[in-house]
């Protein structure tokens, strides 16, 4: 059974900072893609970051560029989305995503929100 399981939001003011992590289980982890997604409220779900199996290329949302940067441990089955410079607009529920071939799999997601 394939798990996703976000941990790491919370309440942080801007300029703070937060490390999420999703710990997995229940598939081959080193030979899926990994991305974090958010969606805020009334807003469509939008992609954050991606890492390839081996999280040798990421890729990060224009907005976040320069400010989150996504990692994993293969090892561990977990990756990593570590947020700076938080800003009340990253204010969303963080969604961990896998895909593996036409598969693909969601967690619930962990609430960050960002103070003025």
């Known amino acids: 059974q394939v798990q996703l399981v976000e941990s790491g939001g919370g309440l942080v003011q801007s300029g703070g900072s937060l490390r999420l992590s999703c710990a997995t289980s229940?598939?081959?982890?080193?030979?899926?893609?990994m991305s974090w997604y958010r969606q805020a409220p009334g807003k469509e779900r939008e992609l954050v970051a991606r890492?390839?199996?081996?999280?040798?290329?990421?890729d990060q949302s224009e907005t976040v560029k320069g400010r989150f940067t996504i990692s994993r441990d293969n090892a561990k089955n977990t990756v990593y989305l570590q947020m700076n410079s938080l800003k009340p607009e990253d204010t969303a529920v963080y969604l961990c995503?896998?895909?593996?071939?036409?598969?693909?799999?969601w967690g619930r997601g962990t609430q960050v929100t960002v103070s003025p």
């Open positions: 995503a896998m895909r593996l071939g036409v598969f693909d799999s």
């Open positions: 890492t390839s199996p081996a999280g040798d290329e990421t």
């Open positions: 229940g598939f081959a982890f080193r030979s899926a893609t």
